[in-house]
């Protein structure tokens, strides 16, 4: 149950957080089942990954789920279109602006899940495709 329909209060977002982590196990069984390419499973483990590492910080801290969920499809695509992804990074600034000014979140909250989801993204695609 959320008090509200953004889930404003932190502690109401673990439950939410572990059914959509759940989904994302199913998806990510589905992946490797029918052996899709190694850039969509290394990408759907991101999203498993990193929904675990925003619990976790939930746990402490309120980080914005909605910059880092921006940012992680933006360091994927830099694996499939390279550099030329930069030009979404308007659509982050928006995101971002939209939160703080819905005061939903703090500058240090979307600035932290920008660069959790970009550099977290990132580091684990990379060592995926690398690695397989």
């Keep these: ?25 199913s998806g990510f069984a589905i992946l ?3 052996e899709v390419s190694i850039i969509s499973i ?19 801290w309120k980080i914005s789920a909605h ?20 030009f979404v990074a308007l659509l982050i600034i928006i995101i971002s602006w939209a939160r703080v000014q819905l005061k939903l979140h703090s500058i240090p909250q979307v600035i932290a899940g920008a660069l959790a ?5 990132f580091l684990q695609m ?6 397989f």
């Design 117 to 121: 989801g970009f550099i977290s993204t």
């Design 42 to 60: 290394a990408f759907w483990f991101c999203y498993i990954s990193n929904t675990v590492l925003i619990m976790i910080i939930n746990k402490h």
């Design 32 to 34: 490797l089942f029918f």
């Design 1 to 25: 149950m959320l008090s509200d329909e953004d889930a404003s209060i932190k502690e109401e977002r673990t439950f939410p957080y572990f059914v959509a982590t759940v989904i994302y196990l």
């Design 126 to 131: 990379h060592f995926i495709i690398n690695s």
């Design 67 to 86: 910059t880092m969920g921006a940012t992680g499809p933006v360091a994927a695509l830099y694996f499939v279109i390279g550099w030329k992804i930069i």
